[in-house]
């Protein structure tokens, strides 16, 4: 019998997030706690990991790589790392714009390392979005950071836990820009992205998604708005002829019941707030965020930047570790498929 050569396994490339919140904290105890199946490289600056370890009482062995392919497999407490250089030293809990171009170098060169092939996959901690855009780069999130770098023109914002998963046809908009964003291009990109990668990504062979109205009520007959009628439901009726298996449009309000939900595979809901409440109370600490439409696999955790609990030891690593478990699945998945 021939000899099977074993596969390599996956790198993933974990940027450090923002340096004053708590995505150190969380690295630093997930890469300390378990062993994932993995060769996992933090795009971080050394020192900030050494700080904050010490601040946590954690005594992390930090070797630094000259190249990702470097990268051996994971041990626990070991921490290999391609060093970026903060700056200026960060204290936990202090957002600092002097680091601002730090945390966007670490997203540009884990999204370039991907694209060129040195990593399987990128795993996002939180930014602080705020602190990003105040160095007048207009940052909405990550999503649209990898969408931009990787020349998509449509991704989905996916989160998801074991119970639930729901997708976003709007992602970072204010609120008063939402009913101009709900147009027959937007859904229909989305809702296609959405179908295709449950079948190809989490091998749902025909999924059913339940898509949510705008207006409360799903617009009461247009009696409480007229986006059903005008966008929403034509362009659910063209997506159904394309064979997509959608119900709804639903009042967001009861479609989040278990009468709905138990026989669904995913809910497509029109904004931000209208679907990740729901998804964050089911399973807060334990979901992950994934950017569907991407050319490149990225994950992230489910939560912010925490700067009130950076340093604190407070910090849960619950949806990090979900975060990093399904970019290595994911990368292992595309491996198969690519054969
Ligand atoms: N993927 C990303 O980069 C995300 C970044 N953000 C950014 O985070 C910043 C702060 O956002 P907030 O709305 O305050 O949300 P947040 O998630 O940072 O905090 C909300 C509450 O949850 C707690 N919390 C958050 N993560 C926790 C964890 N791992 N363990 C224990 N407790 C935790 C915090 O202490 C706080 O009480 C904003 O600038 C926002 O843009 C928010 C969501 C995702
Ligand atoms: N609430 C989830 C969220 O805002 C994630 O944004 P992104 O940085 O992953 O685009």
């Known amino acids: 019998m021939a000899n099977k050569t074993a596969e390599p396994l996956p790198i993933i490339a974990i940027t450090s997030g923002e340096p004053a919140g708590i995505g150190p904290d969380i690295i630093l105890s997930a890469l300390n706690e378990q062993v994932f199946p993995a060769r996992l490289v933090v795009l971080a600056d050394p020192q900030l990991l050494i700080d904050r370890a010490n601040i946590l009482g954690l005594k992390p062995q930090i070797s630094c790589l000259a190249k990702p392919s470097d990268a051996m497999a994971h041990q626990a407490g070991v921490i290999q790392v391609v060093p970026i250089l903060q700056a200026k030293k960060t204290t936990a809990g202090v957002l600092d714009l002097a680091n601002a171009p730090y945390v966007l170098k670490t997203l540009k060169q884990a999204g370039e390392g991907c694209l060129r092939g ?157 679907g990740l409440p729901v998804l964050k109370y089911s399973g807060f600490g334990n979901a992950v965020n994934i950017t569907l439409g991407l050319p490149i696999i990225r994950t992230s955790v489910d939560h912010g930047t925490a700067i009130d609990l950076a340093g604190s030891g407070k910090a849960n690593n619950g949806s990090l570790n979900v975060a990093i478990q399904h970019a290595i699945n994911m990368a292992n998945n595309a491996k198969k498929f690519s054969k």
Not at 118 to 147: M, N, R, W, Y
Not at 178 to 184: G, L, N, R
Not at 189 to 212: M, R, S, T, Y
Not at 227 to 244: A, F, S, V, Y
């Open 118 to 274: 040195d990593f399987d996959a990128i795993v996002t901690p939180p930014v602080h979005k705020g602190i990003l855009c105040e160095t007048g780069v207009h940052f909405s999130g990550h999503t649209e950071f990898f969408q931009a770098q990787c020349q998509s023109p449509h991704v989905v914002m996916m989160l998801a836990t074991e119970a639930m998963k729901v997708a976003l046809v709007t992602t970072h908009l204010p609120l008063k820009e939402i009913s101009a964003a709900i147009t027959e291009e937007s859904i229909s990109l989305v809702a296609k992205a959405l179908n295709k990668d449950l079948q190809e990504k989490f091998g749902i062979a025909q999924p059913k998604i339940l898509v949510c109205g705008l207006n409360p009520h799903a617009g009461e007959d247009g009696h409480l708005g007229r986006e059903e009628i005008d966008i929403i439901i034509p362009t659910l009726n063209k997506l159904r002829q394309q064979g997509l298996d959608l119900i709804g449009p639903l009042p967001a309000d009861t479609l989040f019941t278990p009468k709905y939900l138990n026989h669904a595979d995913c809910v497509l809901a029109m904004y931000h707030d209208q």
